[in-house]
């Protein structure tokens, strides 16, 4: 049960980053920084696409996925057409993978130790927070800077 939860909740918060990626009124206002805003919308998407990609991805599911963190803030002027594509590359990861991870699963040690000795379920649930939280700040990142909305 805790799988389907985690999956759906998954899904829904990957929805709205595409709602929100799609909602910017172009391209070019996705990477605008301003004074104390280090991190563009678009950054912080690519961001949070290489975090799930990798740990529920590549670390969990054994996908080839391969992840370049200091691209996701490196990269510029990626169109939201093309975000938007990662995004639902995202999405069909998690609704066509995400249920090879068992309830038991939930139990073991992730794979990956970088908060502590936990649970594959900690992490999940961490991840999602994650999610959520940027997923705030590319919300408001787009309310404050994208002027020809």
Same mark, same amino acid.
């Given at each position: $049960?805790?799988?389907?939860?985690?999956?759906?909740?998954?899904?829904? %918060?990957? %929805?709205?980053?595409?709602?929100?990626?799609?909602?910017?009124?172009?391209? /070019?206002?996705?990477?605008?920084? =301003?004074?104390?805003?280090?991190?563009? @919308? @678009?950054?912080?998407?690519?961001?949070?696409?290489?975090?799930?990609?990798? *740990?529920? @991805?590549?670390? $969990?599911?054994?996908?080839?996925?391969?992840?370049?963190?200091? =691209?996701? &803030?490196?990269?510029?002027?990626?169109?939201?057409? %093309?975000?938007? /594509? $990662?995004?639902?590359? !995202? +999405?069909?990861?998690?609704?066509? %993978? *995400? =249920?090879?991870? #068992?309830?038991?699963?939930?139990?073991?040690? *992730?794979?990956?130790? *970088?908060?502590?000795?936990? !649970? !594959?379920? &900690?992490?999940? #649930?961490?991840?999602?927070?994650?999610?959520?939280?940027?997923?705030? +700040?590319?919300?408001?990142?787009?309310?404050?800077?994208? #002027?020809?909305?």
């Amino acid at each position: $049960m805790q799988i389907q939860i985690l999956k759906q909740l998954y899904s829904f %918060e990957l %929805e709205n980053l595409l709602n929100e990626i799609n909602a910017y009124s172009n391209s /070019e206002n996705l990477w605008i920084i =301003d004074k104390n805003i280090k991190n563009s @919308g @678009g950054n912080l998407c690519l961001h949070l696409v290489g975090n799930i990609n990798h *740990f529920i @991805g590549s670390v $969990m599911l054994k996908t080839n996925y391969v992840r370049n963190r200091d =691209d996701e &803030f490196d990269s510029k002027n990626i169109s939201k057409q %093309e975000l938007a /594509e $990662m995004v639902k590359a !995202t +999405q069909a990861l998690i609704a066509n %993978e *995400f =249920d090879k991870i #068992t309830e038991a699963d939930l139990q073991k040690t *992730f794979p990956f130790d *970088f908060m502590g000795v936990n !649970t !594959t379920g &900690f992490y999940l #649930t961490r991840f999602l927070c994650h999610l959520s939280y940027h997923l705030g +700040q590319i919300n408001y990142h787009r309310r404050l800077l994208d #002027t020809n909305a």
